[in-house]
């Protein structure tokens, strides 16, 4: 897993241009807070110049759609309890989802949030989430189980792949984006990324996996084609390249992890 996550990285980093209308009182923010705002950190896949202005903006994209995370994840912890499973997958899931809800509420206000915040006196909202406001509506607990249980493998999947691309190509990015602007706010998001994000996406990642392990491979192969499929329409969500199956089955792996390991209590 590590050695896959470190031999394919995705080299392409999709930064959106951003209007004038966005960029423009941005680095206003910047400059009022003594950051130049057209200092060059790197090319963007376009090789667009990624100026200081737009790698803020960047965090606030970050900041947004890392706390639309908590919904979603915070509803499916709940379905857990309500899809007729056994009750030792049940609880497990429950208090790796709920774990997750937390965290990626963290990474989106304490880590992604407080550095935009930082940067520019404003804190982000909603309207840059590429995930919109992360209305978890639509994952109410149905009264049918199966119906639950569906729900909460399709989500589970979904964000299986979005975390992978997180993994392997935005983080890795915005590091780099980070070492290249060397100033305080930057290198202290380089040690959250370090310390506190990256292992705990990874954690994520183990949660797609026990998805797998314990409730679509002994499903069959209809269950496993749809949770392939909706791993590759969450990467799809942030413009990342479909998995192929020898990538697929890499990442969701051999076996199913411990109850433990998805907690991060080894
Ligand atoms: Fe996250
Ligand atoms: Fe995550």
Same mark, same amino acid.
């Given at each position: 897993m590590q050695e896959d996550q470190q031999s394919q990285q995705d080299p392409a980093f999709r930064i959106p241009p951003f209007s004038a209308r966005l960029l423009e009182p941005a680095r206003g923010r910047l400059s009022d807070r003594g950051i130049d =705002?057209?200092?060059? !950190?790197g090319v963007d896949e376009v090789g667009a110049e990624i100026t200081t202005a737009r790698f803020y903006l960047l965090l606030g994209i970050f900041a947004a759609s890392e706390k639309a +995370?908590?919904? =979603?994840? #915070?509803a499916i912890a709940r379905l857990a309890l309500r899809a007729g499973l056994p009750r030792e997958i049940a609880d497990t899931l429950f208090l790796a989802y709920n774990q997750q809800s937390a965290e990626e509420a963290g990474h989106g206000d304490k880590?992604? +949030?407080? $550095? #935009? #915040?930082?940067?520019? +006196?404003v804190p982000t909202d909603s309207s840059l989430s590429v995930f919109g406001d992360g209305g978890a509506e639509f994952l109410e607990p149905d009264s049918d189980p199966r119906v639950n249980r569906q729900r909460l493998e399709e989500v589970a $999947?979904?964000? +299986?792949g979005i975390e992978t691309v997180a993994l392997q190509r935005a983080l890795p990015n915005v590091n780099g984006l980070c070492e290249r602007w060397n100033h305080p706010i930057g290198n202290d998001v380089m040690t959250q990324i370090r310390d506190v994000v990256r292992p705990e996406e990874s954690r994520h990642v183990l949660n797609y996996r026990y998805v797998f392990h314990r409730l679509i491979a002994p $499903?069959?192969?209809?269950q496993i084609d749809a949770y392939f499929h909706a791993t590759n329409a969450g990467r799809m969500q942030l413009d990342a390249p479909p998995l192929d199956r020898d990538r697929f089955a890499r990442t969701v792996g051999a076996t199913a992890p411990t109850a433990a390991? !998805? !907690?991060g209590k080894r």
């Open positions: =705002p057209d200092q060059r !950190l +995370g908590q919904g =979603p994840t #915070y880590v992604f +949030g407080n $550095a #935009y #915040y930082s940067m520019g +006196g $999947a979904v964000l +299986g $499903a069959g192969q209809r390991q !998805l !907690l």
